[in-house]
């Protein structure tokens, strides 16, 4: 498909460089009737039924942005996916100084040896620690690799607030250098309003990579590549989701990253199974979703692979008049902007 379908006009005056306070009295747009009704994040439970069932992403965000030096030249690295304890890829600038074999210093005995460059312009780094040593040296100079339309100085890029806001009261497995979005929004309200409600929350695992922020540069869908993401799904919550699905529950998707997991792991409609490892799922318009009935998600960039994501699952010209909506009654858009609750294209 082409690239300029999914491409709408939005100001600057839109994007949020600042989340909710508190978080849950971000907006909702609730798409899953036949108009657009106005909601606050509270609203959730009341549009769920008993016996839905929602997973989110309990990825953790890390501080995976670095300032180094290769001899003389200030190298900055975003560490976007692990490929051992001691191993990332990393998109780095000026990457095309760096050659294999170099050495980029990060802190006192802290420091990382280019072991490739690949297609792409990624770099590996092979670090001189692993594991757990490791991700103490990037909570101890690391930055929070904030979305490039998020300004912050280097100092303010560190501050406590950006720590814990662009964090998911639910994270918990280390790992993602961009936040699932729509998983911002909760808090303990909410998850007591949904056991009131008789909905259940589970969680997956999906380490979210900074190319969900990079743009699209192909004139068509078919020649754009995505990089892949790690994740698992557990059996334990394939079986919650089959019993779910059992006795007439819908399964809600927090976050693209969620659903992209999901429909990684299904192999059939209504078949899915435990998932371990890497997945680059692409999806647009025209793609049979086979596990996701509902999607809480945030408003996103315009051309972007999660618009054309959306676009699959409630309809492009549905999702284009939505964003029109928004933009009408001055939603706060992208990571720490306002959601709205999808419901799948019916065909």
């Not at 890390?62 to 490929?83: F, N, Q, S, Y």
């Not at 309809?315 to 933009?327: F, P, S, T, V």
Request: glycine letters at 8%; aromatic letters at 10%.
């Amino acid at each position: 498909m082409k690239v300029d379908l999914f491409d709408f006009d939005l100001p600057k005056r839109f994007i949020a460089d600042r989340p909710a306070s508190p978080r849950d009295s971000a907006r909702l747009l609730d798409l899953t009737g036949d108009g657009f009704a106005d909601r606050i994040m509270r609203d959730l439970p009341d549009c769920l039924r008993p016996g839905d069932l929602l997973i989110g992403n309990n990825t953790k965000v890390i501080p995976a942005r670095l300032d180094g030096l290769r001899d003389a030249v200030k190298i900055e690295a975003t560490l976007h996916m692990r490929t051992a304890d001691d191993e990332w890829l990393a998109f780095a600038r000026p990457g095309k100084r760096l050659k294999v074999g170099q050495r980029v210093d990060f802190a006192d005995g802290f420091w990382a040896e280019v072991s490739e460059k690949l297609e792409g312009g990624d770099i590996r780094f092979q670090f001189n620690c692993r594991g757990e040593e490791l991700f103490q040296w990037l909570e101890k100079i690391g930055r929070m690799p904030l979305p490039p339309y998020i300004r912050r100085s280097r100092d303010d890029a560190k501050n406590k607030q950006d720590l814990e806001s662009y964090q998911t009261v639910f994270a918990k497995e280390q790992g993602a250098v961009a936040a699932p979005t729509a998983g911002l929004h909760f808090t303990e309200k909410i998850f007591q309003g949904l056991e009131k409600r008789g909905v259940a929350f589970e969680t997956v695992t999906l380490h979210v990579g900074a190319g969900t922020f990079l743009p699209v540069k192909v004139d068509d869908t078919d020649d754009h590549q995505m990089h892949a993401e790690w994740g698992t799904l557990t059996p334990g919550i394939v079986e919650k989701i089959n019993a779910t699905r059992a006795a007439g529950g819908r399964v809600v998707a927090v976050g693209t990253t969620s659903l992209r997991l999901l429909e990684s792991a299904a192999k059939a409609p209504g078949v899915i199974e435990p998932f371990t490892g890497e997945t680059d799922i692409f999806i647009t318009p025209g793609y049979p979703f086979k596990i996701v009935d509902l999607l809480l998600t945030n408003f996103h960039l315009p051309r972007s692979t999660l618009f054309m994501l959306v676009s699959a699952f409630a309809g492009r010209e549905r999702m284009l008049a939505a964003y029109e909506h928004a933009k009408n009654k001055n939603y706060r858009f992208y990571s720490y902007g306002d959601g709205c609750l999808l419901e799948k294209l019916k065909i």
